[in-house]
């Protein structure tokens, strides 16, 4: 019967003799350490199993085990660089083989008190928020659908407590149309328990009509004895200037300060995630100003800037909202044109340059504004393509181009 209940345990036990070797451990044990009990047997238990720290007065506690003394205690144990939170219980009896026996019980309680720690967290944020008097609270009766908000909450978004009704109803006519379905995806799967906390970030509507971002974190505080949700309490952050921060910041990294068109890095990246999709055929348009180092020389690089931007608001008002337009050099500049084949391609370049011829006629310039086009066409991604892959197909259009600027010089 001993034999049974230590093999199926659902708490790890090993046995250890008077000098704290390990003796046998049960397969919830090697389960907890992640630890093969061939391994440790004869090991000094300590040697065995990594406590996350060790306590000062370690010798007293093992001396008071082995004079029989019940230990009892909450330890944490670091397990493959993971720490895991145990409930431990240790005892010794006499046995004849061995004089004493120690008897050692671990529970592992990580989630339990992962849970807690999550519950402490959202409460320290919620004494936070009252505290500090600059975040909304909002507590939530999921029986009688009724949602208590603080002045925080309204005020955040410009409104008076008073306006705004008690209900559930008051969030969701304010919640951004983009951002609605996410959201109540979020919420539903933490009423449902898929998630341990809810957490969204979306734009609520203010009094003003303008929007701004919301960082909404919640939790079920209380469930019946169904387990369906009571009460449900969270916090509203606003992250407006932050988000907006962060969106400047994605901008200029993919986009050129001069023109607004996409820059290089973004180009490239949209090279490689093309490469795979199912966009085929592709073409790409290469171009390069002509004379842009004389316009600068004779007429100063202000002037060589406005026939950059001319240049790239003529292309980029010839192509579709969903191509890539970007300017990928000083005077240089790159189309990719999605499910667009060679015939189609052909006619956007055409578009372009009777764009460019149009604007000479109504743009005071010094000189007219021209331009070399290439192109090529690719409707292959297969590793076998050869030279009919996407970078090729950009590099062949390249050539067209130095071939065509080569053309016009003569």
Partial sequence: MFENLFTNS???????????????????????????????KEEFALDAVNLYEEPENIEREINAILEKEDWENEVRFKVNNKIKYCNVHIFSVENEEHNR?????????????????????????????????????????AVNDTVHFNENWAQMLGYELSELESNLNTWLNLIHPDDKKQALKDVEDHLEGKTKKYYNEHRLKTKSGDWKWIRDIGKVSERDEKGNP????????????????????????NHDELTGLYNRRYFNEELKRLHNSRKYPISIIV?????????????????????????????????????????????EFAVVLPETDYSKA????DRILERIKEGNKTEELPVPLTIALGFETTDCN?????????????NKADKKMYEQKFTDRR
Wanted: proline share 0%; aromatic share 6%.
């Fill in 382 to 394: 297969n590793q076998n393509c050869g030279n009919k892959n996407i970078k090729n197909c950009f």
């Fill in 346 to 349: 052909d006619d956007i370049v």
């Fill in 287 to 331: 171009g390069d100003m002509n004379k842009l180092k004389d316009i600068n020389d004779n007429y100063g690089h202000s002037m060589g800037d406005r026939y950059i931007k001319r240049a790239a608001e003529a292309i980029k008002d010839s192509v579709r909202h969903e191509d890539v337009v970007a300017r990928i050099g000083g005077d």
């Fill in 101 to 141: 026996l120690i008897y050692v019980a671990v529970d592992d309680i990580t989630e339990t008190k992962k849970q807690e720690l999550e519950l402490k967290e959202v409460k320290e944020r919620l004494e936070l928020a009252v505290e500090g008097g600059n975040i909304g609270i909002w507590d939530w009766n």
């Fill in 10 to 40: 659902l708490e790890g036990i090993a046995l250890l003799d008077s000098e704290f070797r390990i003796l046998d451990a049960n397969n919830k044990f090697e389960e907890i350490f992640e630890i093969s009990k061939s391994n440790i």
């Fill in 230 to 253: 009571v009460r449900i309490v969270g916090v509203h952050i606003d992250i407006d200037n932050e988000k907006r921060a962060a969106e400047e910041i994605e901008y200029l990294s």
